[in-house]
Structures are given as structure tokens and as C-alpha cells.
């Protein structure tokens, strides 16, 4: 089996590397991208701004994953991470609207719209025809210039971190870490919830604030039948509660900005410069939403559900500058501890662009299916990334970068590590650039004497690579 997996690991580097010469040419600067004046003075004007993230990747599928029934333990696919549309307008220097839409991680077997599993007998869609969604609309306007802007909506403004706020223009690292989004579809659309916001810049304090309603969760995201042998566990099961009842969410992030000063006109977050600023920022945030949480809790005749709040905050600080100007070096260092609390024993399983979409009866683990882990929990987490801007070339630059986090999640007794490391191709900047990148991730497990709603820990690891094809303007 492990030849096979070099064998197809092997294949997909050969292609990278063809790829890579393909596109060594380079593009012309994208400047401002699309932007279209609607008066002389400059005020009044429409912005476009498009973006696909393409991936192909090969990986080492969790044990018992099945692709459409078939038992598969690793493979080759494709999978369309992101491809986005996002336009604004400012009617003035005072207003401005925001509309952002799109798909997500449609794979060869998921992702796709309502209706398009039924020939093959699936529960759940294919990867055909994928429903474009809004990410975003809001609208907004200056109460007074720089120092505070008032805004409602469907919004990114999110707390927590900066990580949280993060654009998926220009990471430097192949994705987020995924934690940073602790809600991420639950009882928010894809890390964005509507009510009302604020932001602002008080010389080089740069603040956001938001009061939202989190979306109603499906009761079939709820808790799930309680097996009573379980009793000694007493915390049997945390999860999102139902529908209905749901209270208000704050949240809010405050960074100081030491260096250059970044802009805070939309709400993305710059995950490195490439060397094209000098920035050093601190900062603090948090996300507070009463009783979102909900667990049973019994002595196995009577089980009661006990309602929790949930509430996380974060520190980080954020690095990026110039070492060389005229050879183009550069380096980028992102550091941040975050604190979740989401009710006891809480923890969800994640797989990004999912390549499996089932399981066997028999032979499979708590992470699920594909490469899902463990990726949000209660307990603590320490996350850092780092990358170094090699001298330019005349055919771009070169990044080398990686991060870690670790999760000490309260239901894992052996934590949950996720390296990455991986190379950046810049052809033109973020607005055209392949990403390869290696990450090795757990393979969780309940402890056998607790099963089925007790303690987990690592069993295994398994590996993936994913080469990134990212082109926007």
C-alpha cells in the first residue's frame, strides 16, 4: 500500500513540476483589478474582484472511507477549493455596498447541488452543479472619517483573531487552519453571520465590533441518541443545540498596528506581503454566544440536557517585512494561542473538500471518513506559521513556509498535531501563484474503555499533497 501511495505522490510531483514550467512565464500587473469610475472625481466607482483556488491532490484516506461504495484507502482527485465573485460600490467617500458570492469545495463526489445523487443512490449530493451561495451583503456608511463606520448585514467582521478575519486571497500557507472559523456552518453561513457591525482606526488602533443572531441549527445537527451503558461518561454528548431559542452573539477584535498600517476598507485580512510592507500588529479578540451549546448529562435511567455558553478568545501577533529590498527577500511569522470553550467535551470533525463520502461497517475511527480530524474543540490552541521570500528570480519569487498547531482538545489525551510545510510560487504576486504543500495529520480514536462517547487519542497519521493553482484579479 505504501508503494502505491509513492507511486501516486511521485505522479503528482512530476505534474507539478511540468506546470510550473508551464506557467514560469509570468502575467502583467493586475494593478487595482476591475475597477470602473463612475465620476471624475474618483468617489463614485464599481470594483470587481474574481478568484478560483483549483487543487489536485493526493492522499492517504482515513481507514474505512468508501468512494461511492468503494473501499479506498488513498487516491488522486481534484477538488475546485474556492471560486468567488465579489463586487462594491461607493456611492460617495461616505456609503458603500458589498455583495460577495460563490461556491465551495466542490470535489469529484461532494459539494454539488440538491437533486444530483439520485441516480446513483446517494443520500447526499454529488460533485455536479454546485449551488452559488452569498457570502456576503452589506452595507455601510462613515460616521466619521477613518474613526468609526457603521454596517449591517451578512458580514465577515468576525472577533477572535486575526486568523479569523483572514482573506483567502493571499494566505500564505496553503489554507487556514479551519479552527479560526470555530463555527464554521454550524450557526453561521460559511464564518459569516448577519446583524451589525463597527470598525475603525484610532491612529494605529485598528478595532471591529459585532452584534449578530447566529443562524437556527437543523434539528439533525443536534444530539444524537444516547446509548445509557454510557452513564459513567456522564458528559454523554456536546453538540449544537436545536432549532429555535438562539441568542445574540458578540464579538470583537482589536489589534494595534506598530509598523505600515493596513487597511481596513473590507474586512479580509492579509495573510503575508510578499516583502511589499513593513508590518508588525498585535492583537486580542473574542466571540461570546449564551447558551449555544447543549450536552446530556445522566446516571443511565434519566438524561437531562444541560444548556452551555460558548465563548473563545485569542491573542496573536503577526510579522511581516523586507529583509532585502533590492534582492526581494522577505519573511512572514504569524503566532497565536486561542481558548475554546464550547461546552464539555465538545469536538468536530472536519474534512476540507472531502475527497471520500462514506464509510465501511467495520475497521473505521471517530475521525470519519476521508481526511476529516478533529479540527475545533474545547480546550486550548497554539498555532504558528512562518515563510521565507527567497531572492526574486526572472520568473517570479519563491516562498518556503509552514505552520503547526496544536490542539489540546479536553476530550484527546494525546492532542491533536497538524503540520504543514510548502513552497509558494509567486508568477505575479497573489494574483497568480501555485502553492505545493505536504501536511501529516492524525487519525483519531476512542480509548477503548470508553467507547462510545468517552476519551480519544491519536492512533495513526496519514499524509497528503495538494498543488494549488490560484489565479484573481
Request: with cysteine; net charge positive.
Amino acid at each position: 500500500m505504501k508503494k502505491i501511495y509513492t507511486l501516486k505522490l511521485l505522479v503528482a510531483l512530476v505534474f507539478s513540476s511540468i506546470t510550473f514550467q508551464l506557467l514560469a512565464q509570468g502575467f502583467e500587473s493586475y494593478g487595482t483589478g476591475i475597477k470602473i469610475p463612475l465620476d471624475t472625481s474618483g468617489q463614485k466607482f464599481i470594483r470587481f474582484i474574481n478568484w478560483h483556488q483549483f487543487w489536485m491532490r493526493s492522499a492517504q484516506y482515513n481507514p474505512g472511507s468508501t468512494v461511492n461504495g468503494e473501499a479506498q484507502s488513498s487516491g488522486i482527485d481534484f477538488a475546485l477549493r474556492r471560486s468567488r465573485f465579489l463586487f462594491y460600490t461607493q456611492m460617495n467617500s461616505r456609503f458603500m455596498i458589498m455583495t460577495h458570492i460563490g461556491i465551495n469545495n466542490q470535489t469529484l463526489v461532494g459539494g454539488g447541488g440538491l437533486g444530483q445523487a439520485a441516480n446513483i443512490g446517494n443520500t447526499s449530493p454529488d460533485g455536479k452543479k454546485p449551488q452559488i451561495f452569498i457570502h456576503e451583503a452589506t452595507a455601510e456608511f462613515h460616521v466619521i472619517t477613518k474613526k468609526l463606520t457603521l454596517g449591517g448585514g451578512l458580514h465577515y467582521w468576525n472577533g477572535v483573531s486575526r486568523m479569523a478575519n483572514a482573506s483567502t486571497l493571499n494566505f500564505m500557507t496553503l489554507d487556514a487552519p479551519i479552527f479560526n472559523w470555530a463555527n464554521i456552518d454550524a450557526s453561521d453561513q460559511f464564518a459569516r453571520m448577519m446583524g451589525w457591525y463597527a470598525k475603525g482606526k484610532l491612529g494605529k488602533f485598528d478595532y471591529r465590533l459585532a452584534f449578530n443572531v447566529p443562524f437556527a441549527i437543523p434539528a439533525s445537527n443536534g444530539l444524537t441518541r444516547l446509548d445509557t451503558s454510557a452513564a459513567k461518561n456522564n458528559i454523554v454528548n456536546a453538540s449544537y443545540r436545536g432549532i429555535g431559542g438562539a441568542k445574540p452573539a458578540y464579538q470583537g477584535y482589536f489589534m494595534y498596528q506598530f509598523w505600515d498600517q493596513e487597511s481596513n476598507l473590507l474586512p479580509y485580512m492579509v495573510g503575508s506581503y510578499v516583502g511589499t510592507k513593513k508590518v508588525f500588529n498585535i492583537g486580542a479578540g473574542f466571540f461570546h454566544n449564551a447558551e449555544a451549546m447543549w450536552a446530556a448529562k445522566g446516571n443511565g435511567t434519566r438524561w437531562d440536557t444541560v444548556r452551555q455558553n460558548c465563548f473563545i478568545w485569542a491573542v496573536d501577533a503577526f510579522l511581516d517585512m523586507p529583509l532585502n529590498k533590492t534582492k526581494g527577500t522577505a519573511i512572514t511569522a504569524y503566532l497565536s494561542y486561542n481558548k475554546h470553550d464550547m461546552g464539555d467535551n465538545y469536538v468536530r470533525n472536519i474534512g476540507i473538500s472531502n475527497p471520500a463520502n462514506g464509510l465501511a461497517k467495520t475497521g473505521t475511527t471517530f475521525s470519519g471518513t476521508g481526511n476529516a480530524f478533529p479540527t475545533v474543540g474545547t480546550g486550548d490552541i497554539f498555532y504558528a506559521q512562518a515563510g521565507y521570500v527567497f531572492p526574486k528570480t526572472k520568473i517570479g519569487k519563491f516562498q518556503l513556509m509552514g505552520d503547526v498547531t496544536y490542539a489540546n482538545y479536553e476530550r484527546v489525551n494525546n492532542g491533536v498535531i497538524i503540520p504543514d510545510v510548502g513552497l509558494n510560487y509567486y508568477m505575479e504576486g497573489h494574483n497568480a501563484k501555485l502553492t505545493l504543500n505536504y501536511r501529516s495529520r492524525p487519525v483519531v480514536d476512542y480509548v477503548e474503555a470508553t467507547k462510545p462517547f468517552g476519551a480519544l487519542e491519536t492512533t495513526e497519521r496519514k499524509g497528503e499533497v495538494v498543488l494549488q493553482l490560484q489565479i484573481y484579479l
